[in-house]
């Protein structure tokens, strides 16, 4: 699940329009979820992986019945007859919500993805468990996975090493910034997740959400700017006085869309609880917590 950020910021990707099928390289077809809201903007990117007859299907939505028909006509563009297995990067619903309906579908198959209690308990087929470091090979492509946490505890991207491409989930969108949840999410893991995935040295993006990035090198360290950007601009807000979640959303985001304010108050206490970690701010920790930075010690 995401969101993005408008204003000052990147493009909104919310409103904006993709295609239901394009073919972004001679291993990748995208395939459209069907499922656009404020969230996933023009809807999940499911992607087909490989050359041959059996392809590797990753992330196909969250179970909308209109994407079937769109994942086949995927599959006749992308010259496969069947699939091999499907790969998640990670349990939010507009990922896996659709696993079901494809193997109804498609019959039974296998379903790779790193474990997640809380995520995959609300789902009755079984997972094959993969981990840092796995390797899954289908003709014409080969995925190197590496774990990326932060905006998911079980976040996965998946090196196309064929093509230096990245398949970065909810990771790096093609438009816009991703949130990180305050409860499951972590920002500190996240930025060493972005850091580790600059280091790759990818070529390109294919995003979960929004189009393909050309300079994907170029996007990882624009979000990692933006971060500590927005880390500014929060302890600014707390300067100025702001002391509760919603004070500091309205600072920061005052020309963004008020739709958008709840999601990134996720983000905010995100960026609060990483600067309570490192010592900066406190908080009285209840639901309706109140943060105030502390005094800067001597030298």
């Known amino acids: 699940m995401t969101t993005t950020e408008a204003g000052q910021g990147p493009p909104l990707i919310l409103g904006m ?16 979820g069907q499922n656009p809201s404020a969230f996933t903007g ?8 490989g050359t041959g007859e059996h392809q590797i299907l990753l992330d196909p939505g969250d179970g909308r019945e209109e994407y079937l028909p769109v994942l086949e006509r995927a599959m006749e563009l992308s010259g496969c007859t069947g699939l091999q297995e499907i ?23 296998p379903v790779s ?37 932060g905006h998911a505890p079980d976040h996965m991207c998946f090196l196309l090493e064929e093509e230096s491409g990245l398949f970065t989930g909810d990771n790096v969108l093609g438009v816009g910034t991703t949130i990180i949840p305050a409860k499951t999410g972590n920002l500190g893991h996240y930025m060493a997740s972005l850091k580790r995935l600059l ?22 360290r ?8 927005r880390e500014g601009q929060i302890v600014a807000a707390l300067e100025a006085g702001a002391q509760h979640v919603p004070e500091i959303v309205k600072i920061v985001y005052a020309a963004y869309p008020e739709s958008l304010h709840a999601a990134a108050g996720q983000s905010v206490t995100s960026h609060l609880i990483k600067l309570e970690a ?16 502390n005094a800067t010690p001597p030298e």
């Open 113 to 149: 993805k790193m474990p997640h209690e809380a995520f995959d308990a609300p789902y009755a087929f079984p997972l094959r468990e993969i981990s840092d470091g796995c390797v899954i090979e289908t003709e014409g492509a080969t995925l190197r996975g590496f774990h990326t946490p």
């Open 17 to 32: 329009e993709m295609p239901d099928l394009e073919r972004w390289s001679s291993r990748v077809v995208t395939a459209l």
């Open 278 to 293: 490192e010592g900066r701010v406190s908080s009285t920790g209840d639901e309706t917590a109140q943060w105030t930075l």
């Open 199 to 220: 280091a790759l040295e990818p070529s390109v993006i294919f995003p979960a959400h929004g189009p393909l990035v050309g300079d994907a090198c170029g996007k990882i």
């Open 42 to 49: 023009p809807g999940t990117n499911s992607y087909l992986v």
């Open 87 to 109: 790969v998640l990067t990670h349990g939010h619903p507009d990922h896996i919500g659709g696993v079901q309906s494809v193997l109804d579908r498609m019959g039974p198959l």
């Open 222 to 229: 624009q979000y990692l700017a933006h971060r500590l950007e």
